[in-house]
């Protein structure tokens, strides 16, 4: 269980932290739309996306860390590994192999094996 916890807790760090790192990123993103030549409406709604996108990751990171500390938690860990591993598969889709590709698969491992091992056994 305690496994557990450290596991949830690494793939939580390295998803906020990512977050954040992707959202601060924004500066970049506006950049290339002008070099880009992207108009109206596509910029806006790039980095509306770039943002959401940010925020979610954030949004996850959280939501698996406080799961870990409630009982029960590991059902909802599961589903954040669940929202992890798709993202991952949109991301090989549509950027291919890559880096984000790489971090969104590893924390969803991570999120993935913490809440199997938070789980608690049926009775």
Known sequence: MKTGHWLTGIGSIVLLLTGI???????DLQKMIVDGGMKAPLDVILKACWLAFSGEMIALAVIAMVASGMAGGGRIVLICAAT??????????FVGPSFPVYVSATVAVLLLAGGLLQRKPAA
């Open 21 to 27: 790192g992707h959202g601060l990123r924004i500066v």
């Open 84 to 93: 992890m591993i798709v993202n991952a598969v949109l991301l090989l889709h």
